[in-house]
């Protein structure tokens, strides 16, 4: 358009710009700050404008006035308006992966080129899942929603539909995309997926609609569905990659985070994978998105493709012999809207030529006009609905710039603390002289992750570490060229470490290691890192702080058991106040008075994350990545993957990490101590006697649900926030059977000597049940042992 703007007269250029903002949107108001919506005076009359009809009655009225090629110019992401019904121009495409974000290069229905210019930007999931604490992911949630519907108020967004969360498991350490994702584990995920979705959307943390059922604040999307996690190795790309997935760990693995997303959070969106799953692409896979999502979970929304899905169905997999084939397949299947333009080019020619019905389009936009209608977007005048009165100044506001640094705090981990070196005390560095090196200590974009926008503000590590320290006696070094660290200045870094009384080093990794379309091959430190730390660590006059920055999991054992590296913190991506939460960790205190961010409530002077995905070693990479299988084969030395069946080395396990204080654990009370469940019939298995959890009655499982009541003491000398991880376990691991799994999580806050009795609810029916190889839910007879850090108590199951 500037191109084109350019080569004409002013007042043509003039016409040309009004043109384009009526095409653009509709019959919606042009004025500098309206958002863009529809059913406006002039269009009011129209059936599908009452508000007082039913969303599924109003979108069928809608799609029926529509031409053919109307219609098929709504299937794509970027969907022209149609002037003579009042319809604006929508981008169904924009991002809010852990903030609202926008992509430049790409077409988006969000833009900062207004009255907000900056949106929050929260630590990059990975870190945000570490803090095991569901409300906070909602309340993460709610702010991105609130800042996303301010942009749109403001008149700076043409789309309210959010390509997020990414809730794909985090199945091999090689990922580049594992950072987007809560981790290795389904129950967590799934119960990320809830909260955040919930958030986003408006409604409560326990799942109440605030202003109706059909009343949407933004559009949550969860992808990609399903059991994607390969991106780009060893030539290997997700466009042609066919997953090759047991019956069994598709129920027990891939498939639940999905099902929570639908059910529990009732997202109005999900994205359908690029890859194929057993020869078929998610995209066309008919099982998949119309009898399982819609059918089987009641999802009640959009299906869009992943960017350019719909064409590598033909053009790189071959699985459909013409371009009108494949817009045939994937609308047939269920999906409604392609992130790209081949259902433009090629659904009428699909009709023409009898391989698609105008009824299969038909029943997309009905699909697609109910998010928006859902959305408000159909309503009149967006000040007077629900949502309306949120203003630009819930962009960026304190509140959610806290929220952003309270995430950060409670989502680092402390992986190695010898000798209590950590916290650092204040008095003492203050007159003290403190050396910072490494390539991500000043990196502010390292500190973003991948799909982040504009941030409000950005503290780097050394900018949070100089609240404690004098300017005079604060030394910087970057140690390595880039990350990569192809050069290492290694000389020069001991020399100032040599000159320092403490040295914190900010290693780690970034987007040129670990990203979309690029999975890492190896599984340790880039380039000269490792020779860089010891070296330092070596000459130090006293044992050094490691700080990480990095997504995917790093082989460190060389750190690990290094009497000369004294504490390690895993970081991840931590957001726009990460390099204020790093410093206020590494000095144990999370209120330095900086002005900038006010985070003042129950300050906490002890954090504690737990690793959500295990740490393997080096050697791993010997496990092809296109490898799917969960469970361990012992026949071929195949090691299974994630913590409930990986049965190799390991540097760190998943809920691994230590505290600043001393926690104890008792299971003081179970309403059960045995079961007594009664099937219509048996299954027999190795000798262990089983029943299918589809034939026990559905009102006997809800029964049988009881309360485990545990203590918790803080026997330390600070007070924190602490999470609590409830896992099962069976004493015969084998047979498919996971060696323990995740029941549920809760935080809780103690004062030093405190204590304090948290619940958790456990449904034998879901949490002692496993896949078994047909993907069917089973329950075993026998002993089961609920485990906390490594307090076990037993429940007997007969079936």
Same mark, same amino acid.
């Given at each position: ?42 269009? +009011? ?11 599924? @009655? ?5 799609? %029926? ?47 900062? $080129? ?154 109005? =969106? ?8 057993? *020869? ?73 030529? +009898? ?50 640094? @309270?995430?950060?705090?409670? *989502?680092?981990?402390?992986? +190695? ?9 204040? %008095?003492?560095?203050?007159? %003290? ?10 990196? &502010?974009?390292?500190?973003?992750? $991948? ?46 470490? +040599? ?35 010891? %070296? ?29 590296? =004294?504490?390690?913190?895993?970081? *991840? ?27 003042? $409530? ?61 926690? &104890?654990? @008792? ?24 029943? /299918? ?48 799994? /995740? ?10 000597? @405190? ?45």
């Amino acid at each position: 358009m500037e191109i084109l703007v350019s080569r004409l007269s002013c007042s043509s250029a003039l016409l040309l710009l009004l043109l384009f903002q009526i095409l653009v949107v509709g019959s919606s108001s042009v004025d500098a700050g309206q958002p863009p919506y529809g059913c406006n005076e002039s269009a +009011k009359d129209y059936t599908f404008c009452e508000t007082k009809l039913g969303i599924s @009655e109003r979108a069928k009225d809608l799609v %029926s006035r529509l031409t053919l090629d109307e219609k098929v110019g709504q299937l794509v992401n970027t969907a022209p308006a149609i002037p003579r019904l009042g319809i604006p121009a929508y981008e169904w495409w924009s991002e809010a992966l852990h903030g609202v974000a926008f992509i430049s290069s790409v077409p988006q229905g969000i833009h900062f $080129n207004g009255t907000v210019t900056a949106a929050t930007s929260f630590p990059q999931v990975i870190l945000s899942a570490a803090s095991f604490d569901a409300r906070l992911w909602y309340r993460i949630g709610q702010a991105v929603g609130r800042e996303a519907r301010a942009i749109y108020n403001a008149g700076q967004a043409t789309g309210m539909t959010f390509w997020a969360p990414n809730i794909n498991i985090y199945r091999d350490p090689r990922w580049g995309r594992g950072q987007e994702t809560p981790g290795e584990d389904p129950t967590l995920t799934g119960h990320y997926a809830t909260s955040y979705v919930r958030g986003i959307q408006g409604d409560t943390f326990q799942g109440t609609a605030v202003h109706g059922t059909q009343i949407l604040q933004a559009s949550a999307c969860c992808k990609h569905f399903t059991a994607y996690d390969l991106d780009h190795w060893k030539g290997i790309d997700r466009f042609v990659f066919d997953a090759k997935v047991t019956k069994q760990d598709l129920a027990d693995t891939y498939q639940p985070p999905f099902h929570s997303c639908i059910q529990e959070g009732k997202a109005s =969106g999900i994205m359908c994978a690029y890859n194929r799953v057993n *020869g078929v692409p998610n995209c066309a896979d008919h099982d998949l998105l119309t009898n399982t999502a819609r059918g089987q979970w009641n999802f009640n929304g959009y299906i869009t493709s992943d960017c350019d899905a719909v064409s590598i169905i033909h053009e790189n997999q071959s699985y459909a012999k013409t371009p009108e084939d494949a817009a045939a397949a994937v609308l047939k299947a269920g999906m409604d809207v392609n992130c790209g333009n081949y259902l433009k080019n090629y659904s009428k020619s699909a009709v023409q030529k +009898k391989r698609l019905l105008e009824s299969d389009i038909d029943r997309a936009l009905q699909n697609l006009f109910s998010v928006r209608m859902r959305l408000g977007l159909f309503n009149g005048n967006p000040a007077k609905q629900p949502y309306g009165d949120i203003g630009p100044d819930e962009a960026c506001s304190e509140e959610h710039q806290d929220l952003a640094l @309270e995430a950060a705090l409670h *989502g680092i981990v402390l992986l +190695k603390n010898s000798h209590r070196l950590l916290p650092l005390a204040k %008095s003492k560095t203050l007159s %003290s002289s403190l050396a910072v090196i490494g390539p991500n200590a000043n990196a &502010s974009k390292t500190l973003l992750g $991948n799909y982040a926008g504009p941030p409000c503000k950005i503290v780097t590590p050394l900018q949070g570490l100089q609240n404690y320290v004098k300017k005079k006696k604060i030394m910087y070094h970057p140690g390595c060229d880039s990350v990569q660290c192809s050069s290492a200045k290694i000389d020069q870094a001991v020399d100032v470490a +040599k000159g320092a009384d403490q040295v914190v080093l900010i290693m780690g990794l970034d987007q040129t290691q670990e990203r979309e379309d690029h999975d890492r091959e190896e599984l340790l430190l880039p380039g000269k890192q490792q020779k860089l730390i010891t %070296s330092i660590a070596r000459a130090a006059k006293k044992p050094i702080v490691l700080v990480l920055l990095c997504g995917g999991p790093v082989d460190i054992s060389f750190a690990k058991y290094d009497n000369n590296i =004294g504490s390690i913190l895993w970081a *991840g991506y931590p957001g726009e106040a990460g390099g204020l939460a790093i410093g206020q960790i590494i000095f144990g205190d999370h209120n330095p008075g900086n002005k900038a961010y006010h985070y003042s $409530n129950k300050l906490l002077r002890n954090i504690r994350g737990r690793l959500p995905v295990t740490w393997y070693p080096k050697d791993f990479i010997r496990v092809p990545m296109t490898d799917m299988r969960m469970r361990p084969d012992p026949s071929t030395g195949y090691p299974g993957r994630t913590y409930r069946f990986y049965k190799g080395p390991k540097v760190f396990e998943f809920g691994y990490g230590l505290s600043y204080s001393n926690y &104890s654990y @008792e299971i003081v009370s179970s309403s059960s101590k045995k079961i007594y469940l009664k099937a219509l019939r048996d299954e027999m298995s190795n000798t262990v006697r089983q029943r /299918l959890v589809s034939e026990i009655d559905k009102e006997l499982c809800e029964k049988k649900r009881f309360i485990v009541t545990v203590r918790v003491v803080n026997q330390g000398e600070m007070a924190g926030k602490h999470p609590v991880l409830l896992f099962v376990r069976v004493p015969m691991v084998g047979n498919g059977r996971p060696m323990k799994r /995740l029941v549920g999580f809760q935080t809780v806050n103690l004062n030093a000597g @405190e204590n304090a009795e948290i619940e958790y609810e456990v449904s034998p029916c879901e949490h002692f049940s496993m896949a078994n190889e047909q993907g069917m839910i089973v329950i075993e007879e026998g002993l089961h042992l609920l485990v906390v850090d490594n307090i076990e108590y037993p429940v007997t199951v007969v079936v």
